[in-house]
């Protein structure tokens, strides 16, 4: 099965990396974890994007805080998917990390999901793994039914919760 790569910009966005992780073992979908920055790794950054496709990895995971041009950095540097997940954290709550990874130049996407929102770009991870993989898509849906019924149970005792 074809690998799901994530970097995030530093150890201190592992919170928000850890709901990503939980999603692809929850779906047995192989990855590799990377810490590297914009910034700070320049170098380290631009070549695990480079290598992307030849390392085995068909979509990208980047997820940085603050002035948060990781996500655009890896994009720029391979023509795989690239999610980017903007992290809270800074004095600004994320909404620079928001603008900075959402707001890309045409030609570069970057499919940004919410601020630190980890479940949800994996869970795009894997939708885009399962174009094709019928298993994988079949595991999609059942996911979806699952927490559907969660929330129908939920619904059968609101009133109760309410006495
Ligand atoms: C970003 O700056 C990182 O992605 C992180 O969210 C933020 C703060 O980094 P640290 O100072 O905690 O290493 O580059």
């Keep these: 099965m074809n690998k799901v790569g994530i970097v995030m910009g530093s150890d201190s966005d592992l919170p928000v990396i850890r709901k990503a992780v939980d999603v692809l073992k929850s779906f047995d979908v192989p990855f590799e974890v990377h810490v590297f920055s914009a910034h700070r790794t320049p170098v380290e950054a631009r070549d695990f994007a480079l290598h992307a496709r030849e390392n085995g990895i068909s979509v990208l995971i980047a997820a940085a805080g603050m002035a948060a041009h990781l996500a655009g950095a890896i994009a720029a540097n391979t023509t795989l998917p690239v999610i980017g997940i903007?992290?809270?954290g800074s004095k600004l709550s994320g909404m620079d990390a928001l603008l900075a990874t959402v707001m890309m130049p045409s030609g570069i996407p970057v499919a940004t999901v919410a601020?630190?929102?980890?479940?949800?770009?994996?869970?795009l991870a894997v939708e885009i793994l399962a174009v094709s993989d019928e298993a994988l898509a079949a595991k999609l849906q059942e996911k979806r039914e699952k927490d559907a019924a969660a929330v129908l149970e939920k619904d059968r005792g609101i009133l109760e919760r309410l006495d």
């Design 115 to 123: 601020v630190d929102g980890g479940a949800n770009a994996a869970l």
């Design 86 to 88: 903007p992290c809270s």
